[in-house]
């Protein structure tokens, strides 16, 4: 499939038949030139297209089908989390050169129904990627409007209610984090019976507040990958995921609204599915499951991921509590 027959493909779509967030973006095409948004999401459509056949077509069916419902909020934080998907995998898909890697578009296994986004394979390893992001437009109201945020479960609730002093507060977002655990684990099980040596990581995408996500993962009195995690098993022991190698935590939504209205892109990407410079902000960052396989060097940098550091400032390290003046 070329851009002429993708373009096609979206002008008969339900993105011009019913109301829809992004009928505007994708209709500057029949003036001429496309939205920069709906430019991003063609060119990342075929750069996956040509490592998955058929992913550029299920894409945008998928992304047309979020339609029929005039303003409806929800759906637009659905259409963000789909952009976030396509900015993840045309990354993984355009760093590989022809004949490094093969890539398997929504992957099965006999042990299990459920599936990654895709699995790519390289000599040596063979490579789950499930991507997420969060319904997050009411945590922003939320946030916004409190002086008080709790980013971390790092105390009974006693003592949490009394730092608060009567005043509201915003909660820690760990349950949508632990969700996100729960699920990757599962599409990736099969995987990792099958083959021993399967690396499974999932990216989380978040906004420019990446002390929330990283602070549910790795707050030493709470986070879900430490031994002090907040989520038990019925025995009283730390949940683990052993079927996630990896979390790679990166700071894109902000970006992905900005270009829905229509606003300057921020951090110098040129585009708004752009992945960004290797080895400069905003820091993609990596945390190794302490349960799960070793991810090698050579996958890590496929993401850009990089371990937590001094450097990458202080809302890269997990936080208990947040008062805004």
Same mark, same amino acid.
């Given at each position: 499939?070329? %851009?002429?027959?993708? /373009? ?10 019913? $109301?829809? $967030?992004? @009928? ?12 920069? /948004?709906?430019? @991003? ?15 550029? /077509? ?17 759906? $637009? ?12 995998? @045309?990354?993984?898909?355009? $760093? ?50 409190? !002086? ?22 915003? /909660? !820690? ?24 040596? =399967?690396?499974? +990581? ?10 929330? !996500? ?14 002090? @995690? ?13 079927? +996630? ?36 902000? !905003?820091?993609?960052?990596? =945390? ?18 990089? %371990?937590?550091?001094? %450097? ?14």
């Amino acid at each position: 499939m070329d %851009e002429k027959e993708l /373009l096609r493909v979206i002008a008969s779509s339900k993105i011009f038949k019913s $109301w829809h $967030w992004f @009928s505007y973006h994708f209709g500057t095409q029949f003036n001429g030139r496309l939205h920069p /948004l709906a430019e @991003s999401v063609v060119s990342a459509c075929l750069i996956c297209e040509a490592k998955m056949p058929g992913y550029a /077509l299920q894409f945008i069916e998928r992304l047309a089908g979020v339609s029929g419902r005039e303003k409806h909020m929800p759906d $637009w934080e659905q259409l963000i989390q789909q952009l976030a998907e396509l900015h993840v995998i @045309s990354r993984v898909a355009s $760093w590989y050169s022809e004949g490094q890697a093969t890539f398997d578009l929504e992957p099965t296994s006999q042990e299990s129904k459920k599936n990654p986004e895709i699995l790519f394979s390289t000599a040596t390893h063979n490579v789950g990627v499930e991507v997420k992001a969060p319904a997050i437009f009411k945590h922003w109201e939320s946030r916004s409007g409190n !002086p008080i945020q709790f980013s971390s479960r790092f105390a009974p609730k006693e003592i949490i209610e009394k730092l608060a002093d009567g005043q509201s507060s915003t /909660l !820690p977002r760990d349950n949508p984090i632990k969700d996100f655990l729960i699920s990757a684990n599962e599409k990736f099980s099969g995987f990792a019976l099958e083959d021993p040596g =399967f690396i499974g +990581i999932l990216v989380i995408c978040w906004d420019d507040h990446i002390y929330e !996500p990283i602070s549910s993962l790795i707050q030493s009195d709470c986070g879900l990958l430490t031994e002090n @995690s907040f989520f038990r098993d019925q025995d009283g022991r730390p949940h683990r995921f052993e079927n +996630i190698s990896g979390v790679i935590v990166i700071r894109h939504l902000y970006q992905l609204v900005r270009a829905c209205r229509s606003e300057p892109l921020m951090d110098g990407i040129s585009h708004p599915l752009d992945y960004g410079k290797e080895g400069e902000f !905003p820091w993609k960052a990596f =945390f190794q499951n302490p349960h799960g396989r070793t991810v090698p060097r050579e996958i890590l940098e496929c993401f850009d991921g990089r %371990e937590i550091c001094d %450097e990458m400032g202080a809302e890269y390290r997990p936080q208990e509590f947040v008062m805004w003046i």
